[in-house]
């Protein structure tokens, strides 16, 4: 069974920095592309960066790039978010996703998401 | 691309045939699946590639559409059912999702 389990979110200032992690098992982690989405409070999924399987391709949102670092490790089975320069519309509960190919596709498992506060 | 949803809200009762329509601002082909949400959870896929439904989904659940509209049908609404639904298309990235459709009872 496919299990991701997001971490690091907390409550931090405007102008600072945080890096979420997801924690990958029940499958060929290395094989599959892999994405960050984001909800703010009461309103829809926002779709925020992505990573092909081989971490030799990255995408993000216009709202994040720039700004926004996604990377894998494979051998820790682990995807990461850095974040930098974090405005108060970056507050949203962030999910780790899973794909069902290599490069982009839909979103077959999530995790439970972790909290960002932005907030001074 | 961007992607709406009508209605915004829909209420309905247990055994009532429901449908929800997604648009996009351009041709997605079929690159397009529907996720379901409760309060406090993560999405749930529900249908990918526009009409597949997704392992383990009941079959009440079906989509069909191509091009620029879609539409997402419960063919007999169950308690179970009562929550909100995104679609998302992946003909491309940027990924864009839908504003939701929120079901719940009337």
């Known amino acids: 069974e496919v299990h991701l389990v997001e971490s690091g979110g907390v409550v931090v200032q405007p102008g600072g920095s945080l890096r979420l992690s997801c924690a990958a098992s029940?499958?060929?982690?290395?094989?599959?592309?892999m994405h960050w989405v984001r909800q703010p409070p009461g309103k829809g999924p926002e779709w925020v960066s992505s990573?092909?399987?081989?971490?030799?391709?990255?995408y993000y949102g216009d709202s994040v790039k720039g700004r926004f670092t996604i990377s894998r490790d494979d051998m820790k089975s682990s995807l990461y978010l850095q974040m930098n320069d974090l405005r108060h519309e970056d507050t949203a509960l962030y999910f780790c996703a899973k794909d069902i190919g290599v490069a982009g596709t839909y979103l077959d498992s999530w995790g439970q998401g972790t909290l960002v506060t932005v907030s001074s | 691309i961007q992607m709406t949803q009508s209605p915004s809200t829909l209420s309905a009762s247990v055994g009532d045939r429901v449908t929800i329509t997604c648009r996009a601002s351009k041709s997605i082909n079929m690159w397009l699946a529907w996720y379901q949400q409760k309060p406090g959870k993560a999405p749930n896929l529900l249908i990918y590639k526009a009409s597949s439904l997704q392992s383990g989904v009941p079959a009440r659940f079906t989509g069909s559409g191509s091009g620029t509209e879609f539409t997402l049908t419960i063919s007999s609404l169950q308690p179970d059912d009562f929550a909100t639904y995104y679609c998302q298309q992946y003909s491309g990235y940027p990924f864009t999702f839908g504003p939701g459709t929120k079901v719940d009872i009337k």
């Open positions: 990573i092909t399987w081989d971490g030799e391709n990255t």
């Open positions: 029940g499958f060929e982690f290395g094989d599959f592309a």
